[in-house]
């Protein structure tokens, strides 16, 4: 266990602004190339593995794009930083999205990464916790993130509970060794494409309870966000920069072994057998099954998942949720990749 805390502690100091200049990226030796800013949402790993595949093979060069990719000292601030001007584009999630919007920053979604929620319910093997049903009177840990204990109570709901009948404890984000040395008895928060492969990894067997599995609408987990005003004033670069990406992602799925070779290449300290499992998942949940484009954005998807986080009181009514998005800007024909 000693191994895994370390470990994530080193990860948790990449995020908190350790990623300096081998955390850059930009095309070296471009000429009348555009500089944009892309503030990730943590630290590099294989959920970002098509933008740095992207990048080793001149993709952003060949666009005439420069992009200079990094991890915030606060990841918590993208929606901030990108909402003022500071950075052209972030990656972020719908539920703060929407969250943001309601608080009147001006972001917009223009691409979908992840198709559906990665957030688990995970309890070791041995605990029999295979249903929301079984939690109660258990203990849970989670990160104090109001929407993921609106998950919770959804998911409760489903079996006739309430979350008077569970211990919700805000452990913040250090749910393994919390889960591992059995503080409490399952931790909600974790990805099933993440998480569940560093329990593996240190030889505990998990089960895990998928979010939009037992009653919480299905939402996109990671987004890449723009202002409002370069959505207005450059919808150019917007879709410019999302035929990058596609062609990135694409080449991702089909290649993983090179994408999770760019990204281990960039950063060497990353755990290239946990990426390595990663992708292979994450892959599967990248493209949406029609239409089959990166990126693709479903206004229903939208507004049901808008309107359960107003049911949870998590979110305004009078918020227009057709706003918070932008699928118009995205290629519908994905360029196809080029070595």
């Known amino acids: 266990m000693d191994r895994l805390i370390s470990r994530r502690r080193a990860l948790a100091g990449m995020a908190g602004g350790a990623l300096t200049a081998a955390g850059t990226m930009s095309c070296v030796g471009a000429h009348d190339t555009e500089k944009i800013s892309l503030a990730l949402d943590w630290y590099p790993n294989a959920n970002h593995a098509g933008i740095f ?93 109001p929407s993921q204990a609106a998950f919770l109570a959804t998911m409760l709901e489903g ?50 309870m998928r979010v939009e599995e037992w009653g919480v609408p299905s939402y996109y987990e990671l987004v890449l966000v723009a202002s409002e005003k370069l959505v207005e004033e450059r919808p150019e670069l917007v879709t410019a920069v999302l035929s990058v990406l596609q062609q990135g992602y694409r080449a991702a799925i089909d290649a993983p072994r090179d994408a999770i070779e760019a990204l281990t290449a960039a950063y060497p300290e990353l755990d290239e057998e946990v990426e390595r499992q990663g992708i292979a998942l994450l892959s599967e949940v990248w493209l949406p099954d029609t239409p089959p484009v990166f990126g693709y954005q479903d206004p229903e998807q939208w507004t049901a998942y808008a309107a359960w986080m107003v049911d949870r009181g998590l979110i305004g009514g009078g918020l227009d949720v057709t706003a918070a998005f932008r699928a118009d800007l995205l290629p519908l024909e994905e360029a196809t990749p080029t070595a």
């Open 53 to 145: 595949l992207a990048e080793s093979r001149d993709y952003w060069h060949d666009a005439d794009l420069e992009l200079d990719a990094y991890t915030p000292a606060d990841p918590t601030t993208v929606l901030q930083t990108v909402g003022a001007g500071r950075d052209q584009f972030g990656i972020s999630y719908q539920t703060d999205v929407l969250l943001a919007r309601d608080q009147g920053v001006p972001v917009v979604s223009v691409a979908a990464f992840v198709q559906q929620p990665l957030v688990t319910i995970m309890a070791l093997q041995d605990a029999g916790i295979t249903s929301p049903a079984a939690l109660a009177g258990k203990t849970v840990g989670y990160p104090g993130i």
């Open 159 to 208: 079996a006739g509970l309430t979350l008077d009948e569970v211990s919700l404890v805000n452990i913040g984000f250090n749910l393994l060794p919390a889960l591992i040395s059995t503080q409490v008895d399952a931790v909600l928060g974790g990805f099933w494409t993440h998480e569940t492969i560093l329990a593996e990894q240190e030889g505990y067997e998990v089960d895990v």
